[in-house]
C-alpha cells in the first residue's frame, strides 16, 4: 500500500517535467510565438548612401544692360539742313566751269548733248523735272551716268506762288521719281523754277536738306531762233561770262514752236573755246 502511495506523485511529476510544448489556448489553439529577436536592418537603412550629389550650374545673372527693341524704319531720314541761299558760282580760284542741263518740257536735244559731253569727255550736272523723269527715265538713268541729275520741281511751278506743304510735295514726289528712274539721289541739289524764290522757299528748301543751285550765266539758247538767237550767239554769251567756278546754265528741251535746240548745237563750240581759254569742266559735286 504505502509503496503505490509513493510511486504516483513520483509518476505526476515526471508528467509534468515531459510538458515543454507551449500552453494552449482556450479552444485548442495554439498561442501565436512573440519573436523577441530584434529586427535586422536592411542593408538601405544600415548603410548610408555615398553617392555626392552633382552640384547644379550656377544660374545666370541677369543682365544689367536694358536692350532696346529695334523698330524697323519707315521712314527717310532727314538730312541736315542747309543754308537758305541759292548758290551762283562754285568757290574756287581755280579755271573750272560747271556746265548744267535743265530738263523739263521735252528731251529735243538731249540725245546730242550727251554725244557732244561724251566725245569730249566732259562732266556736267542736271536738273530734271519729276515729269520729266517720269516721261524719260531711261534718258534720266544715262544723265545719272555722267553726273548729277538734281530735283527741278514736279511740274515747274513759281514757288513763292506755293503754300509750304505744296512745296514739299514738289520736292518729295520728283526725288522719288528721279530714284525711282536714274537709281541716284537728287539730294542735295535743287534748282528753283525759272530762278523765282524768296526767303521764305529759300528756308523752306534749305530745311528739306537742299542746296538751292543758280547760275552765272543763262545762255538763253531756250530763246530759240524765233528769238532772234544762233548758235554762234549763244557761244559767245557763255564764253564772256567765263571765270573761275562760273556754273552755266542751258537746256536738255527743243523750242516749243520753232523745234531748234541751240544749246545742243552750240555746245561743241563753248567746250573748245573754253579750253582754249585754260578752263576745265567739273560737275556740282563740291556742293554736297
Known amino acids: 500500500m504505502r509503496a503505490r502511495w509513493l510511486v504516483a506523485p513520483v509518476i505526476g511529476l515526471l508528467c509534468c517535467l515531459g510538458c515543454t510544448g507551449p500552453a494552449a489556448e482556450p479552444g485548442g489553439m495554439e498561442a501565436p510565438t512573440r519573436s523577441t529577436s530584434a529586427a535586422v536592418p536592411t542593408a538601405a537603412s544600415s ?3 555615398t553617392t555626392t550629389p552633382k552640384p547644379t550650374s550656377t544660374p545666370a545673372q541677369p543682365s544689367t544692360t536694358t536692350v532696346k527693341p529695334v523698330t524697323p524704319s519707315t521712314t527717310t531720314p532727314v538730312p541736315a539742313p542747309r543754308e537758305a541761299k541759292v548758290i551762283t558760282v562754285l568757290a574756287t580760284s581755280a579755271k573750272v566751269i560747271a556746265l548744267t542741263f535743265d530738263g523739263g518740257a521735252d528731251s529735243g536735244g538731249a540725245a546730242s548733248i550727251l554725244s557732244t559731253l561724251s566725245a569730249q569727255g566732259v562732266m556736267a550736272s542736271f536738273f530734271v523735272t519729276g ?3 517720269q516721261s524719260y527715265p531711261s534718258l ?6 555722267v553726273g548729277p541729275v538734281g530735283n527741278h520741281s514736279w511740274d515747274h511751278p513759281h514757288f513763292p506762288a506755293l503754300t509750304d506743304q505744296a512745296a514739299l510735295t514738289q520736292l518729295d514726289r520728283t526725288r522719288s521719281t528721279i530714284l525711282a528712274a536714274a537709281g541716284a539721289d537728287p539730294r542735295p541739289f535743287f534748282r528753283f523754277p525759272f530762278g523765282d524764290s524768296d526767303a521764305r522757299t529759300r528756308s523752306l528748301v534749305g530745311n528739306a536738306g537742299y542746296v538751292a543751285v543758280g ?3 543763262d545762255s538763253v539758247g531756250w530763246k530759240g531762233t524765233s528769238g532772234g538767237l544762233t548758235a554762234t550767239s549763244v557761244a559767245d554769251r557763255v564764253v564772256a561770262a567765263a571765270k573761275p567756278g562760273a556754273i552755266v546754265l542751258m537746256h536738255l528741251g527743243a523750242h516749243p514752236d520753232d523745234h531748234t535746240t541751240l544749246d545742243a548745237d552750240a555746245l561743241p563750240s563753248i567746250i573748245t573755246r573754253l579750253r582754249a581759254l585754260g578752263y576745265s569742266f ?3 559735286g563740291s556742293l554736297r
Open 47 to 49: 548603410r548610408p548612401t
Open 140 to 145: 534720266t538713268a544715262q544723265l545719272a551716268k
Open 215 to 217: 547760275w552765272t550765266v
Open 131 to 133: 515729269r520729266f523723269a
Open 282 to 284: 567739273v560737275t556740282l
